[in-house]
């Protein structure tokens, strides 16, 4: 199993501000993930990030409000750009196990935009 | 229509109950199946996971699958105050990309 590391683990910002979350993981992968989990809601996939490429974005998620960086092969950042109370949420880092099928996850980030 | 359709309770039970956690789905395509255990501040956890149809046990939980009426259920037997958590199915289809569709998730209380 991998181990993942995720910070910070909760924010509070003020409107039109930017947080960025980072994702360490013990052991080289080849993607990570990011997710967001609002309450009541599924989780949601935003992107699929692989080193040495562009991120790939899911439907309803552009680059210029959730930019990703994936330096190496065990680390990403997230960031949530000119938040809005709409952006309240948990986020979520995520990698595939061994089998593919099989997800491993950070503890999230609990963030409140005021 | 959502993909995956999961009462997200709340789900009080007595210690000791036998829990049944369920989820309906939409796309025929789902073969893979997965209940994830999250508590509270934490990550999911992957907890059971089918491949197909059928049942398969692990200790004191059971994952059944029922392709046929595209239903999938998750038992508690002998329910802990430690299982307490919320718990979440999730799918991959075998087609159009390896992508996990999560349910909202149903919370589960077990009162000592």
């Known amino acids: 199993s991998a181990v993942i590391s995720q910070k910070p683990s909760r924010d509070i910002c003020q409107r039109g501000t930017s947080l960025t979350i980072q994702c360490q993981v013990d052991?080289?992968?080849?993607?990570m993930f990011w997710y967001r989990q609002q309450p009541g809601q599924s989780l949601t996939l935003i992107a699929t990030?692989?080193?040495?490429?562009?991120?790939?974005?899911e439907s309803g998620f552009v680059i210029d409000k959730f930019p990703i960086s994936r330096p190496n092969l065990t680390f990403s950042t997230l960031t949530v750009s000119n938040m809005s109370p709409e952006d309240s949420s948990i986020y979520l880092c995520?990698?595939?196990?061994?089998?593919?099928?099989?997800?491993?996850f950070g503890s999230g980030t609990q963030l409140s935009v005021l | 229509q959502k993909e995956v359709e999961q009462d997200p309770g709340p789900l009080s039970v007595p210690e000791g109950a036998i829990v049944s956690l369920n989820c309906t789905y939409s796309?025929?395509?789902?073969?893979?199946f997965m209940w994830y255990r999250q508590y509270s501040r934490k990550g999911p956890e992957l907890l059971m996971y089918?491949?197909?149809?059928g049942n398969k046990e692990d200790g004191r939980f059971t994952a059944q699958v029922d392709k046929s009426s595209k239903y999938i259920s998750l038992f508690i037997r002998d329910s802990q105050p430690s299982d307490s958590a919320t718990y979440l199915c999730?799918?991959?289809?075998?087609?159009?990309?390896?992508?996990?569709?999560f349910g909202a998730g149903t919370r589960l209380f077990v009162k000592a």
């Open positions: 999730a799918m991959i289809p075998n087609t159009g990309g390896f992508k996990t569709i």
């Open positions: 796309n025929s395509a789902f073969q893979y």
């Open positions: 052991s080289q992968v080849t993607m």
């Open positions: 990030a692989n080193q040495g490429s562009e991120a790939t974005y």
């Open positions: 089918t491949y197909s149809s």
């Open positions: 995520s990698v595939e196990g061994p089998q593919r099928e099989k997800l491993f």
